[in-house]
């Protein structure tokens, strides 16, 4: 920094146009609008952002591996310490049985549909009696491991029961006739053997409920078979009987039996007598008689009418010949006499050929009536008989009347004996071996490893049980820490517009080492903020700025002075005002003059502002402190003599920046904002609550005071997950804590007063 090598009346003379505004003028002109739309940034707060996820994560991202290391941890333990368990899977496919009621030949079986089998067999897949025949079928309950020896059979029995049942289950597949049962034991081919001891239990007790049901029905069913054979015997030798002393015999019958004198067996219903027979062969060659006869009729007829002969291929040749003939004879009538020999010639075979024409139609003629003649002959011969077979069927069937009433009880008979027969073989079939509903599709086979525990399986759920509950906790305490640490949660939560971003100053350094490094992180930062307070109205810079915080120790002391060098260093004379009567943060070299100079000296004087104000090392920076501290700053602060020496300020210089109390618990701060156009609030990253800082806007606000911005300051982007590199890249990897300017800055906020030495 250059120091500066003139005297302050003649800077204070170099204002603005070089005129002295007079004192009591209005220090809050109207100000434009602000560059930053609060509105804007309120519509940005809304819906849901991945970035504030990834802020959330990335800052709570060591508790959340933490919780995710201690559920793996504990999964990996958990499942070192639990006893292996071992899995035998079985399946079994049960089958709907059909239902076969009497039927008729070519029939097929009805099948019952029971919505209700497949669960009944569930049920006795998980009864306890098959559970019980399994642990007797096993000896189970002399196994030590299962039940204790002290105790009674029946007892034993009893807690290998409840054993077995506890690690017994039954799944069956969904959209199939396919059941799968497990076991779970801790000794592998034990569970092999219990699990396949279910299925054969269970396919054993199918199959005596089988014979138990049908026992009674192969009984009654015998007893019917044998009486209904014997009547089937004596009705079939009745209708043998009565067609031998009938002399009935019946041909075309399907079922045997006896034979008599002139009578065939009986048998089933169907079947004619001889007379019958022979009368229906007769009567279908009559009918093909009276067909050829009827067809002779019609030759005979157009061989008369000259129908047939004109269709005789013989006749239709000699009739072409002799077209030739008279066309050649005609032709040639033109050169030659009739009387010429050639001519002569051809008028003798036309007429040989129409002699050949006579004969040969009247032979046709006279054939065709004698086929008639034959057909009519032998349709009469036929007649004749049919009359005659005529009386003997109707002599039969007469005699046959009884005969076919004897049958239809010999069919009836056979048709019951057939069907009880045929039950009979049903029911000894169903309680056979093969026509069980249960079989074993696939038998267990000793495992080869444990299901459980699953160290992959459970480590798996751990990572992601430990990440859920670790960003469950990343959340509230989110929810519940809800200090302003990053800048979209000023621009979120404090609807306020962010001027800039001071990263925190590396561990080992000082604010005061990286102000003076123009380009140090802390530098680059505090020249953005006042390149945007340049341009936070539509004027410019605001004449007057206020820089206050929520509470002490946030870096309004030090923002001010960055702020106040920064528009030095501009070429503008810049007055900064330690307004902080309480706590002053700048002080004066000389001892002398520090006790008689100052803000609170000042107030208390009618002394102009030129007398009370000392330039510094830097170049057109100069500083009224705030003098002896005073028992009421607050009213000094509120008189109209403020309101004066902020005016004569004004006028005096191109920029007055004032460092003002905290605003919580103090009426400093909104008194010096109502006076003031602008005011910058400096908020600490991490350090302050919303609702505080919220309480501070809202009073300076209703004050009057015109907040054109907010400062965040002790910024660690590698800790909140913003890497959006603020001011090219300054935000990284620097800390802002304790800390001494240059030139007389000797501690911190949160360590004492903060000073500047001045000239």
Sequence with gaps: MNDYSGTVPDIAERGRGGAIAPIGQNLQPALGPTMFDVDALEGDSGGFNLRDVWRVLFRWRWLILAVTLVSVLA???????????????????????????????????????????????????????????????????NDPTIAPARMSLEQRERVATGFVSANYSVNPVVGSRLINLSYVDRDPTRAARIVNAFGDAFIASQLERKFGQTAYARQFLQSRLEATKKTLETSEAAVVNYAQSQGIVMVGQSGSGGTGEGASGSGGGGGTSLEGNSMVSINSALSAATSDRIAAAARCHQGQSGSEIQRDSAMQAMRTKRSELQADYDQKLTLYKPEFPAMVQLRAQIAAIDTQLRQQGGGIASGVCSDYSAALARESA???????????????????IKLNILQREVDTNRTVYDALLQKLKDI?????????????????????FPFQPNLFKNVFLAVFLGLGIGIALAYLI??????????????????VPVLGVVPVVAKGE???????????????????????????????????????????????????????????????????????????????????????????????????????????????????????????????????????????AMSRFDMVIIDAPPVLGLADAPLLASMCQGTLLVVQSGAIRRPAVSNTINRLRSTGGHIIGAVLTKFDPKTSAYGYGYGYGYGYGYGYGRDAYKYGLTAGDDGGARRIQLS
């Design 382 to 400: 036929l007649k004749a008989r049919v009359g005659q077979l005529k009386g003997a069927v109707l002599d039969t069937q007469e005699r046959s």
């Design 478 to 495: 989110e929810f519940i820490d809800d200090t302003v640490k990053a800048p979209e949660d000023v621009k979120q939560k404090l609807k």
């Design 510 to 648: 000082t604010i005061a080492e990286q102000l003076a490094d123009p380009q140090s992180p802390v530098s680059e930062a505090y020249f953005s903020i006042s390149a945007a307070i340049q341009f936070s109205t539509s004027g410019g810079s605001p004449k007057s700025l206020l820089v206050s915080s929520s509470q002490p120790a946030e870096g309004k002391s030090s923002t001010c002075y960055a702020i106040a060098q920064n528009f030095a260093r501009l070429d503008r004379t810049v007055l900064l005002i330690d307004a902080d009567m309480r706590k002053p943060s700048f002080f004066i070299e000389d001892s002398e003059k520090a006790k008689t100079v100052g803000l609170s000296a000042l107030l208390t004087s009618d002394s102009s502002l030129v007398s009370h104000v000392s330039a510094t090392r830097s170049a057109n920076l100069f500083l009224l402190s705030s003098g002896r501290v005073p028992p009421n700053p607050a009213e000094l602060l509120a008189s109209h003599r403020m309101r004066a020496i902020l005016d004569e």
């Design 75 to 141: 999964a990996f333990g958990l499942s070192l310490m639990t006893t292996p368990l071992y899995r035998a899977n079985s399946s079994l496919e049960i089958t709907q049985p059909q239902s076969e009621l009497i039927q008729r030949a070519n029939t097929e079986p009805v099948v019952q549909r029971d919505p209700a089998f497949l669960a009944t067999q569930y049920g006795l897949l998980k009864s306890r009696s098959l559970t019980e025949r399994v642990v007797r079928q096993l000896n189970l309950a």
């Design 428 to 448: 000894s079939v169903a309680s056979g071996v093969g026509a069980t509903t249960v079989s074993v599709v696939d038998r267990a086979d000793v495992p080869g």
